[in-house]
């Protein structure tokens, strides 16, 4: 099967996982999970591709793991190799024990993404570092992990590829402004109280086979209306956006991907199988040239929030623009 600890993924044929101790926290033993894509050996890339040895790492977001195979297959195309990651307590990391998706601190995922750049053969202490190029890729809060990763660790990575990351609150700057002192005292008295369920399962709705959409997937991992959120979660994740709003001075080139247009409603509309119903994509696009110096935004007509995921006109818009950019930035 290849490398000791590495086994068949739960995708299938050409996917393998390996799962990355963590040591332990309040709530026991901690993992995250990293997934390659391997397909057979008569798969070849031209070495002219645009991606031509490039190492990618890919970061779901909330509520989510890795399960979009197309995504794989396309990197796989442009001539890199793939790697996604389940951070600790989502998808193939979560065990019994453990509240879904919580941290207190965004940079708690440091470990999690240090202990897969070590198995990628990108440890920040390898003797005998990789001479490929690191490019990491993230989706909605994985987008700000990243982001944020990024900007504190210059020099490790060569590239960034933003899917419609979480960079502004959906209030945008005022509203978050307004709520933080009141986050950061419920946080402070009492961090795994949970937030008023505010996901009505409108972009469930439009991604899922199972009603409008056409992706299959593991609804124990990615359930209908999200994870119950945490005080102490929310407030790191405010942390993370005034963050971005001060600015990252991230050095390498950035791509963020957008949906054109944003569908937010408290009832379910048609739109929303065609636009974010998720984030406010303006603020997200404003937010986005707050991140480095080099940053391309790419706003994808007819995309949802996760714009690899949207029907196959934009799904197809996104991976040409994707390419467009990886021609002219790719490390």
Do not use: C
Request: charged share 20%.
């Amino acid at each position: 099967m290849g490398e000791l600890g590495w086994q068949a993924d739960v995708l299938g044929n050409g996917y393998e996982a390996l799962t990355l101790p963590l040591g332990s926290d309040g709530e026991g033993d901690v993992v995250a999970t990293l997934v390659r894509y391997r397909p057979s050996l008569g798969n070849l890339v031209s070495p002219f591709a645009p991606a031509h040895g490039v190492d990618v790492l890919y970061v779901h977001g909330w509520s989510d793991y890795f399960f979009q195979t197309a995504l794989a297959e396309y990197w796989h195309g442009v001539g890199a190799r793939f790697h996604a990651l389940d951070l600790r307590k989502y998808g193939r990391s979560l065990r019994d024990h453990q509240t879904p998706g919580y941290v207190a601190d965004l940079a708690t995922y440091d470990a999690d993404i240090e202990a897969a750049l070590a198995a990628m053969g990108h440890g920040e202490n390898d003797e005998r570092p990789s001479r490929r190029r690191l490019l990491l890729m993230g989706h909605s809060t994985g987008g700000l992990t990243l982001s944020l990763w990024a900007a504190r660790h210059p020099g490790r990575a060569s590239a960034l590829v933003l899917n419609s990351p979480w960079l502004e609150f959906q209030t945008g700057g005022v509203g978050r402004a307004f709520i933080t002192p009141l986050v950061q005292l419920g946080a402070r008295v009492q961090p795994l109280g949970t937030l008023p369920q505010v996901d009505l399962g409108f972009y469930t709705r439009s991604v899922s086979a199972e009603l409008d959409g056409e992706w299959s997937y593991e609804s124990r991992w990615r359930p209908a209306r999200g994870f119950p959120a945490h005080r102490a979660w929310l407030n790191a994740v405010l942390e993370g956006h005034a963050a971005v709003a001060a600015g990252l001075g991230i050095e390498v080139p950035i791509l963020t991907m957008l949906s054109a247009r944003s569908t937010i409603l408290p009832r379910w509309n048609d739109q929303m199988r065609h636009t974010d119903s998720v984030l406010v994509v303006d603020d997200i696009a404003r937010a986005s040239v707050r991140l480095g110096s080099t940053v391309t935004v790419a706003r994808i007509e007819g995309a949802l929030h996760d714009v690899i995921l949207s029907a196959e006109a934009p799904r197809r818009a996104a991976y040409a623009a994707l390419t467009r950019w990886l021609r002219a930035y790719a490390p």
